[in-house]
């Protein structure tokens, strides 16, 4: 376990003090037409067509919402092609050839500070919606849903903890844009006319807390404070942050909003302040791509809608073993791909490549690791029984399993290496 813990403390070394490198000129972009959240969609563009910066050219369709699905290039339309998605499945995307010219849409267009401080809760809604405002921490639960809230706002949380492993894409977030995350606060406290704002930082990133308090200088009648937290995982968890940060517990299944607490991760913080200020939805995003499988683990400030390869052969190409194990988002939640035709859409955070190392997976030795670590009281030994006998009736009503935040600790803890986020992930589609 100590092994294990120093090797995580090393690996966001490998990029996190590297300035960020922008790459926003890829020869292609593409936009998934579907996602986990949506699973239809429409295509507004055909081949030969020309579009812009910020123009709709979709719309992606879900049970509960839609999300407009915007070009991040000026350029003409290709056609429809079908690549991996950052939750590991083939999917289809629109693609479009970029001309470099990077011509805006009409609707772009800077709001002056007047017109921003005129607008109501309504126009934040209607603006996130237009510019499919998602978080883009990886939940990309839709911004505007959370602007909707009658549930009166004291406080907002920005959730800046980017606790996985290796990830420093918000880290470097942080370091290069303060002012827009300081902006993107203003902004939603405006909206949720909130007493204050508390960002969330872990204590050991003493760089992060001298570059916020410094920025922090430029807006002495914002009431913020920077909060160091917890180093450890999860700590990015939602209801950790709140805890740590403003030391309120959030019972389960009750909303922060309903105890005045509103969270965003500090990349859809950002978001809103591009939204708010230029009316234009995420074109950009910081990535990390890392691993002891790839040549030079970096960050970049990417277009939305790059290929992963693109960024695979600007990172020196693969290193090591033929073999690799390649993981979009972070090691512990995030999804495995088979191959690296994958595009980075605004939700994806970052992509680890690993040289294989296979572990083989040994009996239960009923150690209870897995159950001492889950930051959500549940048995993960007992969901994977009752997932091997489909006991779906145990996983709904005994189990919990809703309350599993798939954070992957008891994959991590287990002593017989045994892939027990796998079953709870299961066990979540079982209990449906
Ligand atoms: S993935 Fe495992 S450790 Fe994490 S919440 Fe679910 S059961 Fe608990
Ligand atoms: S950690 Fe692994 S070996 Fe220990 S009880 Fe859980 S499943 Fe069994």
Known sequence: ???????????????????????????????????????????????????????????????????????????????????FHRNGRLVEFIKVKNDKEYIFVETAKERTPEEI????????????????????????????????????????????????????????????????????????????????????????YHDLYDCLTSAKLRFPDLNVEVKKVGNYYPQGWEIECIKSGIGIEVPAGVLPAKLGVMVFNVSTIVGLYKAIRYNIPVLKRNFTITGDGIMYPSNYRVRIGTSLQELIEKSGGYKGDENKVLIMGGPMMGANLVRDDAVITKTCTSCIILNEHKEVEEPCVRCGSCVYSCPAGLQPVSIMQAVKNNDKDALKNKLNIRACILCGMCSYTCTSKIHLTDYCRKAKKMAL
């Open 117 to 204: 401080s005129k607008l109501t809760r309504e126009d934040f809604v209607q603006i996130t919606k237009d510019m499919a405002l998602v978080g883009l921490g990886g939940s990309s639960f839709p911004t505007y849903i959370k602007f909707q809230t009658t549930d009166p706002i004291d406080t907002i949380v920005i959730n800046a903890v980017e606790c996985e492993p290796y990830i420093s894409a918000d880290h470097r977030l942080i370091m290069e844009y303060p002012f827009r995350i300081y902006k993107g606060i203003e902004y939603a406290i405006q909206a949720f006319n909130a007493k204050r704002a508390v960002i969330c930082i872990k204590s050991k």
């Open 1 to 83: 376990m100590i092994a294990k813990t120093r090797e995580i403390e090393n690996t966001r070394r490998l990029t996190n003090s590297l300035p960020t490198i922008r790459y926003v000129d890829p020869d292609y972009t593409y936009y998934a037409v579907t996602n986990a959240r949506c699973n239809s969609g429409e295509v507004f563009v055909k081949p030969g067509d020309y579009v812009k910066v910020a123009q709709q050219i979709g719309l992606r369709k879900g049970p509960f919402f839609e999300q407009p699905i915007h070009s991040s290039v000026s350029g003409t339309v290709e056609g429809i092609v079908k690549k």
